[in-house]
């Protein structure tokens, strides 16, 4: 999950939702009068979302507006990106740390988004709670997106029983969705941000399905993103993708011609505000 280059060139589904979702919700976002804006995301990878699709929904005239991730990596590559503008700002944040905020992040902004990083979190409880402090005192409001169901965690699970794999993937569960399998996930989720302090609940699960060209697509999106190539000697992955494609195949998301691989999956979209007392633009 460190390979920054490979993932921003292979993160077409995540860029695709991710600016589809912004369009819908930009309007329910609680804007200030003044434009003052601060914002943060959270699990901004190599940026490319950052900036293509959360800068220029920003006022002209933002206070901040800061990316994070838990890779070092991720962020030096994402700092290269924004050298023209001195409002932005990368930082290394694990927003499911049980220690206490940074100082200059803890309840300095606005609005905090998050697309596809909170399914990586398995303390979803401790990542709302630190999500709610980077907000002002008074007020701020949340969108996050996660992806709560895709073949990616069936196929991690295959491998994982596999005797060739299983010694490097003994914590595949860490790399699962914890709503995954689970009825009604957004009724949890959605009741998790109610204890956290949240109120204007808005929790969706999105039924979609992408359509990849070629293999050679589908192993730079999975490549970018698995957690177990590190511990994989690299000798074998050769070895390792064929077992992940046979398990593709398996499961029967490639067409005839072997052209395309199509791909189901479900997030799920929550919006949720810090204050109920903010002004509500519905009304």
């Known amino acids: 999950m460190h390979r920054a280059a490979l993932y921003q060139r292979a993160n077409v589904l995540q860029r695709r939702d991710a600016e589809q979702i912004l369009k819908e919700y930009s309007n329910s976002l609680q804007w200030h009068l003044d434009g003052h804006d601060s914002l ?28 994070s991730d838990i890779s070092p990596k991720m962020c030096k590559h994402a700092l290269k990106s924004f050298k023209f503008d001195e409002r932005c700002d990368f930082r290394i944040l694990d927003i499911a740390t049980e220690e206490e905020l940074p100082n200059d992040l803890k309840g300095q902004f606005d609005h905090v988004t998050s697309f596809y990083c909170l399914n990586w979190v398995q303390n979803q409880r401790k990542a709302l709670e630190n999500i709610y402090q980077l907000l002002r005192p008074e007020s701020g409001d949340c969108l996050l997106v996660i992806l709560i169901d895709n073949p990616i965690y069936e196929i991690y699970l295959s491998l994982s029983k596999s005797p060739k794999w299983s010694s490097y993937m003994a914590d595949v569960k860490r790399f699962i969705c914890p709503f995954y399998r689970i009825e009604k996930p957004q009724e949890k989720f959605a009741a998790l941000l109610k204890e956290t302090g949240f109120s204007h609940i808005k929790t969706e699960l999105r039924h979609n399905a992408y359509d990849f060209k070629g293999v050679d697509t589908v192993k730079d999106n999975a490549e970018a993103i698995c957690p177990f190539l590190d511990r994989i000697p690299s000798q074998r992955h050769p070895e390792f993708w064929q077992d992940f494609f046979s398990i593709v195949v398996d499961l029967k998301l490639q067409d005839a011609t072997g052209d395309k691989i199509t791909v189901p999956y479900t997030a799920m979209v929550a919006y949720a505000r810090k204050s109920p007392q903010l002004f509500d633009n519905n009304n």
Request: charged share 20%.
């Open 40 to 67: 943060i995301d959270i699990g901004s990878g190599p940026g490319d979302v950052f900036k293509d699709f959360i800068y220029p929904l920003m006022p002209s005239n933002f206070g901040k507006l800061v990316g």
